[in-house]
């Protein structure tokens, strides 16, 4: 199963909405997460079940979609915010993420 | 506290073999699967290996299949990655990671710092 995110790259100011999407090739239910990876930490789960929040992750992150069309919403961004985001599907094996999309300040 | 560590990432040259460990500690290491997921250089991360907590449900990435094999010891809260063949394409930071569910893959919910791998003659 292919993830494509989009866009791989975008420029945001504190306070913006942000909205990331992922598609999958294939149907996957809501098997579909999302995960934050700063540079030199490991990767951090925030969303899971395609819109469930993990628990300790902030509420302004939000996640929708089912099937094949995805989104992660940032409702307003944070200075800590500004990290690469993945999705991946859980759905069936070989478990594929998306290209990732970097969040940089504007 | 739950804690990931990863060891066993050195420098190999093309051809040879290597073998990651991660000892975990702060929960109850066979009550879950577990995962190797790596980064590459510049890259995006690319999930590698998924083992139940029984190891009877195993699964590999394409691109290491035939030559990685993962395995875990409950005893020892441990858990391995056996990487064979390598070539320059398995330079990466490897990553053990927690899943939250016991058998088939679901959320990975819980990672280490990761250990780096350089393949390089």
């Given at each position: 199963?292919?993830?494509?995110?989009?866009?791989s790259s975008l420029s945001a100011s504190v306070g913006d909405r942000v909205t990331i999407t992922c598609r999958a090739s294939q149907s996957i239910n809501t098997y579909l997460n999302?995960?934050?990876?700063?540079?030199?930490?490991?990767?951090?789960?925030?969303?899971?079940?395609?819109?469930?929040?993990?628990?300790?992750?902030?509420?302004?992150?939000?996640?929708?979609?089912?099937?094949?069309?995805?989104?992660?919403?940032?409702?307003?961004?944070?200075?800590?915010?500004?990290?690469?985001?993945?999705?991946?599907?859980?759905?069936?094996?070989?478990?594929?993420?998306?290209?990732?999309?970097?969040?940089?300040?504007? | 506290?739950?804690?990931?560590?990863?060891?066993?990432?050195?420098?190999?040259?093309?051809?040879?073999?290597?073998?990651?460990?991660?000892?975990?500690?702060?929960?109850?290491?066979?009550?879950?699967?577990?995962?190797?997921?790596?980064?590459?250089?510049?890259?995006?991360?690319?999930?590698?290996?998924?083992?139940?907590?029984?190891?009877?449900?195993?699964?590999?990435?394409?691109?290491?299949?035939?030559?990685?094999?993962?395995?875990?010891?409950?005893?020892?809260?441990?858990?391995?990655?056996?990487?064979?063949?390598?070539?320059?394409?398995?330079?990466?930071?490897?990553?053990?990671?927690?899943?939250?569910?016991?058998?088939?893959?679901?959320?990975?919910?819980?990672?280490?710092?990761?250990?780096?791998?350089?393949?390089?003659?």
């Amino acid at each position: 199963i292919q993830m494509t995110q989009s866009p791989s790259s975008l420029s945001a100011s504190v306070g913006d909405r942000v909205t990331i999407t992922c598609r999958a090739s294939q149907s996957i239910n809501t098997y579909l997460n999302w995960y934050q990876h700063k540079p030199g930490r490991a990767p951090s789960l925030l969303i899971y079940a395609a819109s469930t929040l993990e628990s300790g992750v902030p509420s302004r992150f939000r996640g929708y979609g089912s099937e094949t069309d995805f989104t992660l919403t940032i409702t307003s961004l944070q200075p800590e915010d500004f990290a690469t985001y993945y999705c991946q599907q859980t759905y069936s094996p070989p478990l594929t993420f998306g290209g990732g999309t970097k969040v940089e300040i504007k | 506290e739950v804690r990931l560590v990863e060891s066993g990432g050195d420098l190999v040259q093309p051809g040879r073999s290597l073998r990651l460990s991660c000892v975990v500690s702060g929960f109850t290491f066979d009550d879950y699967a577990m995962h190797w997921v790596r980064q590459a250089p510049g890259k995006g991360l690319e999930w590698v290996s998924h083992i139940s907590w029984n190891s009877v449900s195993i699964d590999y990435a394409d691109s290491v299949k035939g030559r990685f094999t993962v395995s875990r010891d409950n005893a020892r809260n441990s858990l391995f990655l056996e990487m064979e063949s390598l070539s320059a394409e398995d330079t990466a930071v490897y990553y053990c990671v927690r899943d939250q569910r016991s058998l088939t893959a679901f959320a990975l919910d819980y990672w280490g710092q990761g250990t780096l791998v350089t393949v390089s003659s």
